[in-house]
Nanobody, 127 residues
Framework: VQLVESGGGLVQAGDSPRHSCTAS????????MGWFRQAPGKEREFVAA????????HYTNSVKGRFTISRDNARTTVYLQVNSLKPEDTAVYYC?????????????????????WGQGTQVTVSS
């Protein structure tokens, strides 16, 4: 599976861009999908995930109410709508895919859960 992100760049605080991640392969609908981000000098952190079963979503507390993850299985694409960006949201954003099954919610937040990663897209938020 190859994952290609798009939607990054230089944005203003308060902007609301949408990031996309398109996957190759025919079994996209069977993958749990996640978004992570990594700020300079920090570890990669979980942002959001969407299960392949029922499209159930999970978010880290710092983005709840501002970010929305969704998926379009027909387009093999997962989206991250980010609203009201803040300078502290500046990071490289990665999408990731984990092969099917049913895993505990805590596992969705772990980088080790995911089998495939995109190359990342830089998002820089200016104040």
């Amino acid at each position: 599976v190859q994952l290609v992100e798009s939607g990054g760049g230089l944005v203003q605080a308060g902007d609301s861009p949408r990031h996309s991640c398109t996957a190759s392969g025919r079994t996209f609908s069977n993958y749990d999908m996640g978004w992570f981000r990594q700020a300079p000098g920090k570890e990669r952190e979980f942002v959001a995930a969407i299960r392949w079963i029922g499209g159930i979503t999970h978010y880290t507390n710092s983005v709840k109410g501002r970010f929305t993850i969704s998926r379009d299985n027909a387009r093999t694409t997962v989206y991250l709508q980010v609203n009201s960006l803040k300078p502290e949201d500046t990071a490289v954003y990665y999408c990731a895919a984990a092969t099917g099954g049913f895993r505990a919610t805590v596992s969705l937040a772990s980088v080790t859960t995911y089998d495939y990663w995109g190359q990342g897209t830089q998002v820089t938020v200016s104040s």
